[in-house]
């Protein structure tokens, strides 16, 4: 496990309220550095101060097989770092840019970029790599149910071929940054709607990826735990994991007054910094 998630479980179990994102220490810099970054090529004409892009979309469209456009000639660029909410009505292309985004999909023109991988080129071999940089949150959680809440976030380095003797250590460690230590024995069915969404976080930070995609993540919870959860998404995009969240909820969109990038009909129809501003 890399130095950002133990940093990360550290602050926030000190911490009583947000603060101001500090910077990331040398062994989270030193992590980004690991892949290379596609969508910013070193150039000596660069100024210092140049942001890092975790996600970058050129001239995309993307037309199912059976004719439909998804998305039409959508640009968008996500700052590492950043916070973003994905809003629009139903069938508007958010659940489409997701797909392209994690390489469910392949886009049918233009360019994909994220965590330093160009998407649309990537071969085969290489996709897990890609999915190791994101961690994706569902709205159902798709927790394994016969596992426990150790077991299912396990489950994701298991299946990437982590070394046994690293699991158990980094497996904790995630659980401690959710706040779900002692259910760590516990099996989905005994868990609450937010304990089922915690644990579905600590499994997407497992791998201490560099961006968190979460899918209408607080969609079947109340207000108050859905709060919580966004509070948690909050704290990581702090430590300087980049966030897009795709979201209905207007509340939480309109209180937090983060970029909001909006989607009609397959495009970008408004990218600004405010609130809902429409009723989806």
């Known amino acids: 496990m890399t130095g950002r998630l133990a940093a990360v479980t550290g602050r926030l179990a000190a911490a009583t309220a947000l603060a101001p994102r500090p910077g990331l220490d040398s062994s989270a810099a030193e992590w980004h550095d690991a892949e290379p970054d596609l969508t910013n090529p070193p150039s000596d004409a660069a100024p210092a101060s140049s942001p890092r892009i975790s996600i970058a979309l050129h001239d995309v469209t993307k037309v199912y097989p059976n004719g439909r456009n998804a998305l039409s000639d959508v640009d968008l660029t996500v700052p590492e770092g950043d916070f973003v909410f994905l809003v629009g009505p139903s069938g ?57 809440v150790r077991e299912n ?52 930070m497992v791998h ?55 989607l009609e009909d397959g495009h970008v129809v408004r990218d600004e910094v405010g609130g809902y501003h429409r009723d989806y």
Do not use: C
């Open 208 to 262: 201490d990826p560099r961006v968190i995609i979460a899918d209408e993540p607080t969609g079947n919870l109340d207000p108050l735990i859905s709060w919580e959860i966004i509070q948690l998404l909050l704290r990581i995009n702090d430590m300087g994991t980049t966030v897009l969240m795709a979201t209905h909820n207007a509340e939480v969109v309109t209180a937090l007054r983060k970029r909001v990038v909006a």
């Open 92 to 148: 508007a292309g958010k659940s489409t840019l997701i797909k392209l985004l994690v390489r469910d999909e392949l886009a049918t023109h233009g360019e994909v970029y994220i965590a330093g991988f160009e998407v649309t080129s990537l071969r085969g071999r290489d996709i897990p790599r890609l999915r190791r940089q994101i961690g994706i949150v569902f709205q159902d959680f798709k927790l394994l149910p016969r596992k426990t």
């Open 153 to 204: 976030v396990a489950f994701a380095l298991e299946v990437t071929g982590t070394p046994r003797k690293r699991i158990a250590a980094t497996v904790e460690r995630a659980l401690a940054l959710v706040g779900l230590t002692e259910q760590a024995a516990q099996r989905p069915s005994q868990l609450s709607g937010g304990e089922k969404q915690r644990t579905a976080i600590a499994r997407a």
